[in-house]
Structure formats: C-alpha cells, structure tokens
C-alpha cells in the first residue's frame, strides 16, 4: 500500500463491473471514487484531483471518446486508461486518438488491471518530478524526437503522439538497428515484466507506424519475424 493513496476516478455505468473495480483497487490501496454516468465522470475529473482515470467508452449519455476528448483540452497530465468491450483496430485506434494513454478489453483479468493502473501511476510520478538540466534530442533519417519538450517531427511535419505512443517511439530512437523482443517493449513502456495475453504491443506499433508513415513516408518501424521489432531504414529482412 502507498503512503499516500492515489486518487482514482472510475466512470462506468455497468454496477457489476463498478463493484469488482472498486473492491479491488481499494484493497490495492488507492482511494476510489465512482461516477456511473459520463457528465458526472466529465465534471468531477474537470474539477477535483485525481491521479487517475479509468473511463468506459460505452456509456448512455456521453460516451467515453467524447469525455476524453473535452478532458485533453484542459489537461495533458492526467493518465486515462479506456476499457472497452469494443477490442477492434478501429476502436481502439479511436480511444487512443482521442487522447488515451492505454485500453483495457472486456472481460480482463484484475491482475492485468492492477498492472496498468500501477504502470500509468508510475509513469506519471517519473514524468512530474523529472528535472531537465539541459534539450535532449534524438534523430534517425527524417525523424526527429526532443525529449524535452515532448515534441516530434518527421521531415517538415510534426507529428501528434499519445503518452504511450512517445514512450515507444523513445524507446526505438534510443536503439535504433537493435530488435526489441515484445517483452522488452511490453517492461520498457508499460512496466509490466509478464505476459499480459494480450497483443497491445502489436496494436500500439501498428498506429504508431501509422502517424509516421502518414504522407507515404517510408516505413522506419519494421517488423522481424520471430523476433521483434526494429527502428532502421529497409532492407530485405525486415517487413
């Protein structure tokens, strides 16, 4: 248990579901509140103080794409974490777009809850207390990454990256021509050292490729069979 709780809102109409989150992650030690509509979630997470929020996409007045979208006007910081019953690309490409640092499909295992939840915790902290002395910068072919400010341009374009997203493409151009096994990003970037059973990192590389790649840039991510993934120009061993 933390010393001091962190503060969770959770916005999910299903009571079921809301019991089992609820219980659970206050046993875990984080201090629950529970909103079971999307305008009571959307007021609360505009004006009180939480660490975090677990929000439903599929909800009966407004839906979860929409709250998120109002709650990045206002604030960038909070981490946001989607379930959702929708596990499609597309669905999944919509949460993430609209400006959510992970997703979580129905049904899950609360083990894999916890492990998210701690996950974007952490990250938050680690980005909140870090101090930097001096611009650090990263580059490969037309790509350029500050991680000081946050920013990332391909050739003329800046483009727009989730937290999660810019986490990955870090870790990339920090190795560039090293293959990185799914265990390794899947630790590096959502601080889980275990099998989750799901295919997060294939889905979050997929639409990361596709930021980068947008105007017919050539691919720069590339997939080795078997092996991983990989940051390096094209070749004929890699797709």
């Not at 597309?90 to 949460?95: D, P, S, Y």
């Not at 400006?99 to 980005?127: M, W």
Request: include cysteine; proline fraction near 2%; charged fraction near 25%.
């Amino acid at each position: 248990m933390e010393s001091q709780a962190k503060k969770i809102l959770l916005v999910e109409d299903d009571s079921k579901v809301c019991s089992f989150i609820n219980r659970g992650l206050t046993e875990a030690g984080y201090e629950m509140t529970i909103a079971m509509s999307g305008k009571q979630g959307l007021e609360w997470a505009q004006s009180s103080g939480f660490d975090l929020l677990i929000l439903d996409i599929m909800l009966p007045d407004i839906n979860g794409l929409d709250i998120c979208s109002a709650i990045r006007k206002h604030n960038q910081n909070i981490p946001i974490l989607f379930l959702t019953a929708l596990g499609s690309a597309e669905n999944i490409a919509l949460g993430l777009n609209s400006g959510a640092d992970d997703y979580l499909s129905k049904p899950f295992k609360f083990i894999e809850l916890v492990a998210r939840v701690k996950s974007l915790l952490r990250r938050s902290d680690t980005h909140e207390n870090r101090f930097v002395k001096e611009e650090v910068t990263y580059g490969f072919s037309d790509l350029k990454v500050n991680d000081t400010t946050k920013t990332v341009t391909r050739g003329s374009d800046e483009i727009s990256l989730t937290s999660t997203e810019y986490r990955l493409l870090h870790m990339f151009i920090k190795t560039p021509f090293r293959v990185l096994s799914r265990a390794e990003i899947l630790e590096h970037v959502w601080g889980v050292d275990f099998d989750i059973g799901t295919n997060v990192v294939d889905v979050y590389v997929n639409y990361l490729r596709k930021k980068l790649e947008k105007g017919d840039k050539p691919r720069i991510i590339h997939t080795v069979i078997g092996m991983g993934y990989v940051l390096r120009e094209n070749d004929e061993y890699t797709k």
